[in-house]
Nanobody, 122 residues
Framework: QVQLVESGGGLVQAGGSLRLSCAAS????????MGWFRQAPGKDREFVSS??????IYATSVKGRFTISIDNAKNTVDLQMNSLKPEDTAVYYC?????????????????WGQGTQVTVSS
């Protein structure tokens, strides 16, 4: 079992940056494939990025703007978000998958954090 807690959300103007962090307790993040998803009001949960020790993948909408990384010393998975757009506004969720293979499907992830709000103003 792993417990996940996200932090770093907030309000930022378009073009700005935020760094989200997902702190894991119970097990090392390197034991899992880790993912970031987001959900805007009235929309389905959407894939953002996923990472294992060797591989990272991104949604087309964020590629080149967002960077996912693992910090083994802190046992966190971070999401650096640059050049933010109003359409990036959503609640961002961290998730862990027991099978260590990146995936864009939320159904593949068994453990979820509570989410952190990101709001990008125009």
């Amino acid at each position: 079992q792993v417990q996940l807690v996200e932090s770093g959300g907030g309000l930022v103007q378009a073009g700005g940056s935020l760094r989200l962090s997902c702190a894991a307790s119970g097990r090392a993040v390197s034991s899992y494939a880790m993912g970031w998803f987001r959900q805007a009001p009235g929309k389905d949960r959407e894939f953002v990025s996923s990472i294992t020790w060797t591989t990272a993948i991104y949604a087309t909408s964020v590629k080149g703007r967002f960077t996912i990384s693992i910090d083994n010393a802190k046992n966190t998975v971070d999401l650096q978000m640059n050049s933010l757009k109003p359409e990036d506004t959503a609640v961002y969720y961290c998730a862990a998958r027991q099978f260590r293979l990146v995936s864009s499907s939320p159904n593949d992830y068994a453990f979820w954090g509570q989410g952190t709000q990101v709001t990008v103003s125009s």
